[in-house]
């Protein structure tokens, strides 16, 4: 299986780098995301501060839907998901692989959404520790839910406008829960950071268990 | 029989393919020639009948994963990825297989891709390249069984005399061949039997040279 997942993965990313749609496209757009946020609030500079750990996850989660699309699209293209299932791999290894491809793709957004934050919301960043184990949690559960439900709209006709309605109501606990990690870290809501943490690593595990062993099916049927 | 839609695909095929045959599968469009190499390769379903292929039995789902494994599909579609090389294509598919670079690298120059192409993202290729680093990633996989339709398409006549000395060899190192093809006269040439199907049906009056049946390898 992880030989499976290192393959698929590799050949994602080696995609990823020769199209270079994250960094031409996704990534600017996180960005437009985030000045338009800025743009729209910032008559009253302190919004902006306080909403900073919102506005990144929500940005975040924008850029996860455009890079879970894209995932798909490359296997949806001139009989790849045919030729998938004939090439003898482990479904369980194609969804790790595909899930970790995604989840490089994000933290390297988040690393230029959370520049942008600071550069333009003049969010101060503190407790590294807990902002960094966020991320991590965050976009393995993105990742993995993303997978999932990236698959099961493969090979739908409508899978552009669906995937988004499928998958935002999913993601809600991710959204929340890191929302309040960051405003933990940052000092501006009173709340628990690693048990809300603690919530985000339980649903990267569960949404990851359920695709090892829902991927075969949902593989056979989209 | 295999429904797909509403419509029943395929109803009444009554075939037999000993090992190390090469039978060819003739029929007008829509006869349900590509369904029955589908059928063949585990991708689609049977909802009436029996068939075997290879030892496994296409009505168990589960045995559809280890007959995949020991099936190559050369179909309309060449599964190939546009923003990698034809090297890096050749190379996912093989190994996906668990096949060694050198059977990669023989694929690879086996089908005339070994120099300035093996370099070329698959987007810049003509159609009868792509179809010719299709059969690459078919050969680097070493199927027991080819299932090719239509595989002359797109080819230029260099492009088939390989195509028809690659199946020429597969079948000598012992592999079984069932190709669909419209292009009859080279089709049939390469062929030890003809098959008729129409409408879903294999045509007993024009179904031809009965091979002597060894290992039955399919059974429908």
């Given at each position: 299986m992880f030989r499976d997942a290192v393959l698929m993965a590799g050949k994602d990313l080696r995609i990823e780098?020769?199209?270079?749609?994250?960094?031409?496209?996704?990534a600017p757009f996180a960005l437009l995301v985030i000045l338009l946020f800025g743009m729209a609030l910032d008559p009253d500079r302190g919004i902006l501060a306080r909403a900073s750990s919102g506005l990144f996850w929500v940005a975040v989660l924008f850029c996860s839907?455009?890079?879970?699309?894209?995932?798909?699209?490359?296997?949806?293209?001139?009989?790849?998901?045919?030729?998938?299932?004939?090439?003898?791999l482990d479904p369980a290894g194609v969804f790790l692989g595909k899930a970790a491809a995604i989840a490089v793709q994000l933290v390297a957004l988040e690393v230029v959404l959370a520049i942008g934050v600071v550069i333009i919301y003049g969010a101060e960043v503190t407790g590294f520790p807990l902002l960094i184990a966020t991320c991590l949690a965050a976009t393995a559960g993105l990742a993995a839910s993303g997978t999932l439900y990236g698959v099961l709209a493969a090979g739908l006709r409508v899978r552009e406008t669906l995937l988004p309605i499928l998958l935002l109501p999913v993601l809600a606990p991710v959204l929340i829960s890191a929302t309040r990690v960051f405003g933990d870290a940052f000092d501006r809501v009173d709340v628990d950071g690693w048990a809300w943490l603690a919530m985000l690593t339980a649903f990267a595990a569960i949404q990851t268990a359920f695709g090892l062993i829902a991927y075969g099916v949902l593989m056979e049927e989209s | 029989m295999t429904v797909l839609g509403r419509f029943p695909a395929l109803a009444g095929i009554d075939l037999e393919v000993a090992a190390g045959e090469i039978v060819l599968l003739r029929g007008p469009n829509g006869a349900g020639k590509t369904t029955l190499l589908r059928l063949c390769a585990g991708l689609l379903p049977i909802t009436r009948g029996e068939a075997t292929v290879l030892g496994h039995d296409l009505t168990d789902r589960r045995q559809w994963r280890a007959l995949r494994r020991?099936?190559?599909l050369l179909g309309h579609a060449t599964g190939l990825y546009d923003e990698l090389t034809v090297a890096d294509n050749v190379r996912f598919w093989g190994q996906a297989a668990g096949a060694p670079e050198a059977d990669i690298d023989a694929a690879l120059v086996a089908c005339g891709l070994h120099e300035r192409l093996a370099g070329l993202l698959v987007a810049r290729l003509s159609a009868g390249q792509r179809r010719r680093t299709s059969l690459a990633c078919l050969l680097s996989r070493r199927p027991e069984l080819w299932l090719l339709d239509e595989p002359h398409a797109g080819l230029d006549?260099?492009?088939?005399?390989?195509?028809?000395?690659?199946?020429?060899?597969?079948?000598?190192?012992?592999?079984?061949?069932?190709?669909s093809s419209h292009e009859l006269e080279r089709a049939e040439a390469l062929a030890?039997?003809?098959v008729t199907i129409v409408a879903g049906t294999t045509d007993p009056a024009v179904s031809v040279v009965p091979a002597p049946a060894e290992e039955p390898l399919l059974v429908p």
């Open positions: 780098w020769r199209s270079r749609v994250t960094t031409q496209q996704i839907l455009l890079a879970i699309q894209r995932a798909f699209t490359i296997e949806a293209a001139d009989g790849g998901r045919d030729a998938l299932r004939l090439s003898g | 020991r099936v190559g006549q260099d492009g088939r005399d390989v195509l028809d000395d690659l199946v020429r060899r597969a079948v000598a190192s012992g592999a079984t061949v069932l190709l030890d039997r003809v």
